[in-house]
């Protein structure tokens, strides 16, 4: 039988689905739908195509899962197949590819749609919002799906040097916000 | 190193990467540093267990009833490295066959007619096992090929 549990790494469940134990992937999805959701909405700016977005994702992830070799994380893998087929999908359905500068819909802004629980989650949201719409998702990359600099930038083609100082910022508004809060009582502790 | 350098070094590092020495000295001496940076560090890690945007119900049954009803192939579980051996063991059996005290006796019995058929069947075993390889291991070696391509 599988010892997969909650604290087992991606890479071990990946292995065991490979060997056959399809009904592992649910513990892939699990994990990953609200973050690949998120690169959906980020992309096409709407709940629908975000959806379908994050189904052909994961059964695309299903199909490839065999060309997944064990070589990097596995979260860069999905982010980066996610990225591709969300640039694939823009582009198929017409839209506007280049985001420049655009905000996303009042609705799909608002607090009660944000799945940032709590106090730092919220500063690095509004942070992000505050950034150009192409950045926003450099931000999503570091910040909730732990990649580097250099897979973000392997993944977007941003220099580098561009998300490096987006993140700087981020981070340096974290910072100031956090002093004084709740969460340096805490830490305090 | 004054206290700004040093938290703004902090905050430059890539995941994973560390401060430089000097950074790391002055944050094992300051407190107010060692405070700033445990905070940023502590909340990079909160953060990763979350994203931006929420579904509003899971989509994990979905999806893996979808992968059911695509009714995926099974999944290969054995490797390659012992397809590769099985292949080898057949060829040498075929190799060693003429050696072997039993077919001297059918060859006896039967006269020469009887190498043709034999060589064939052996030679359908051999190619049927390299086709049944090739269909279950397709993408395999298409990246593989591909791979190479790139080289």
């Given at each position: 039988m599988s010892e997969i549990n909650e604290y087992s790494t991606d890479e071990q469940i990946v292995?065991?689905?490979?060997?056959?134990?399809?009904?592992?992937?649910?513990h892939i999805v699990d994990r990953y739908e609200n973050k690949i959701f998120s690169i959906g909405m980020r992309l096409f700016?709407?709940?629908?195509?975000?959806?379908?977005?994050?189904?052909?994702?994961?059964?695309k992830?299903?199909?490839?899962?065999?060309?997944?070799?064990?070589?990097?994380q596995f979260r860069f893998w999905l982010t980066k197949l996610a990225y591709n087929h969300g640039i694939n999908k823009l582009g198929s359905i017409k839209k506007d590819v280049s985001l420049n500068n655009e905000?996303?819909?009042?609705?799909?802004?608002?607090?009660?749609?944000?799945?940032?629980?709590?106090?730092?989650?919220?500063?690095?949201?509004?942070?992000?919002?505050?950034?150009?719409e192409k950045y926003r998702i450099c931000l999503d990359f570091y910040f909730f799906m732990g990649l580097s600099y250099r897979e973000i930038n392997e993944i977007t083609h941003i220099p580098v040097n561009t998300i490096k100082s987006n993140v700087f910022r981020a981070k340096d508004v974290l910072l100031k916000r956090l002093k004084g809060t709740i969460a340096e009582d805490y830490n305090e502790m | 190193m004054k206290c700004n350098e040093?938290?703004?070094h902090f905050l430059k590092l890539d995941r994973y990467e560390k401060p430089a020495?000097?950074?790391?000295?002055?944050?094992?001496?300051?407190?107010?540093?060692?405070?700033?940076?445990r905070l940023v560090a502590e909340s990079l890690i909160a953060l990763q267990t979350g994203s931006s945007f929420k579904l509003e119900s899971g989509i994990s049954n979905n999806i893996m009833e979808a992968i059911g009803a695509e009714q995926c192939p099974q999944r290969r579980d054995v490797s390659s490295f012992k397809w590769l051996f099985v292949w080898v063991l057949i060829l040498a059996s075929?190799?060693?066959?003429?050696?072997?005290?039993?077919?001297?006796?059918?060859?006896?019995?039967f006269g020469v007619n009887f190498e043709l058929p034999f060589v064939i069947v052996m030679g359908l075993a051999i190619t049927l096992y390299s086709v049944i390889y090739i269909a279950t291991h397709v993408e395999?070696?298409?990246?593989?090929?591909?791979?190479?391509?790139?080289?």
């Open positions: 292995k065991k689905v490979i060997k056959g134990e399809v009904r592992l992937f649910k700016k709407n709940y629908d195509d975000s959806y379908d977005f994050t189904q052909e994702v994961f059964l992830t299903f199909e490839k899962i065999d060309m997944y070799r064990n070589k990097g905000i996303l819909d009042e609705k799909s802004i608002t607090p009660d749609k944000l799945h940032l629980k709590n106090e730092i989650k919220d500063i690095l949201a509004a942070e992000i919002n505050r950034l150009p | 040093a938290i703004e020495v000097k950074v790391r000295i002055h944050i094992f001496l300051c407190k107010d540093c060692r405070r700033e940076t075929i190799i060693a066959v003429p050696y072997n005290k039993q077919l001297g006796f059918l060859r006896m019995h395999e070696i298409k990246n593989s090929v591909s791979f190479y391509d790139k080289k």
